[in-house]
């Protein structure tokens, strides 16, 4: 999904793996479907179902913790947190600093949305979260980098006309481009980015990146994570 700026994360040490009754999931709490606080206050999406799910299988006790998205990567190598489940695509950046699990989210596309689909995203004003890949792939384009915090932003600036185009991931923008009546529309062609969406861990808990990666696989190999992923994306989402 998206891609962290490393700076502050290089500048933590990465802490060795802690034997712990609990193992603490880090997300960010502020991405539908991925994960997302509902009415009740609670945590909700694909990645809670998964995360969960995967937990179950582990036999690991788990429980949540939210954390912003611009910090998400510092807070787990300083040990806040034992995993991140946040949207995050696998990068050769990323991969420098914490290590992934197999992917549980094939390689997705990123697209523009803007108010018509015919806004020229290569010289015009596009706006991305902030330290995503999608905001290091609008700054090397011939158009104006506008960042923000968080993706509804990108949305809100492009509706006051702040911006020409809000660049992120598809199935993110998807229902709300629905949920327009046309207000909003896609823009050009889908860009492939990323290798996918996996679970961070720091690289010193081999033992915990092992135990999540054979139920992934397991879960893979008898359908249950296409089950998820049809539940939260619809029947079209990208399966294994």
């Not at 206050?41 to 995967?54: A, C, M, Q, R």
């Not at 932003?153 to 199935?171: C, K, L």
Request: aromatic letters at 8%; glycine letters at 10%.
């Amino acid at each position: 999904m998206r891609t962290l700026t490393l700076a502050v994360a290089l500048a933590l040490s990465a802490g060795g793996a802690l034997a712990q009754d609990v193992v603490r999931m880090g997300t960010e709490g502020a991405y539908p479907p991925y994960s997302y606080i509902n009415d009740q206050g609670e945590l909700e999406g694909f990645e809670i179902d998964l995360g969960n799910e995967v937990c179950a299988r582990a036999g690991l006790t788990c429980e949540w913790v939210t954390n912003e998205w611009d910090s998400i990567i510092p807070n787990l190598v300083s040990g806040n947190y034992d995993t991140i489940m946040a949207g995050m695509s696998i990068t050769p950046e990323r991969d420098a600093v914490i290590d992934f699990t197999q992917n549980y989210i094939p390689p997705t596309p990123s697209s523009y949305i803007g108010l018509t689909p015919d806004v020229d995203v290569t010289s015009g004003v596009v706006a991305a979260q902030s330290t995503t890949m999608q905001a290091s792939y609008v700054a090397e384009t011939g158009a104006t980098l506008l960042e923000f915090a968080t993706q509804d932003e990108t949305i809100a600036a492009v509706q006051n006309g702040e911006a020409d185009a809000a660049f992120g991931d598809t199935d993110y923008f998807a229902p709300i481009v629905e949920a327009s009546g046309g207000a909003l529309a896609f823009v050009g062609e889908p860009v492939p980015l990323g290798d996918g969406i996996g679970i961070g861990v720091r690289e010193s808990d081999t033992e915990l990146k092992a135990q999540l990666d054979e139920v992934i696989a397991a879960m893979k190999a008898d359908g249950s994570l296409n089950e998820l992923l049809a539940k939260w994306f619809g029947e079209a989402a990208p399966s294994y």
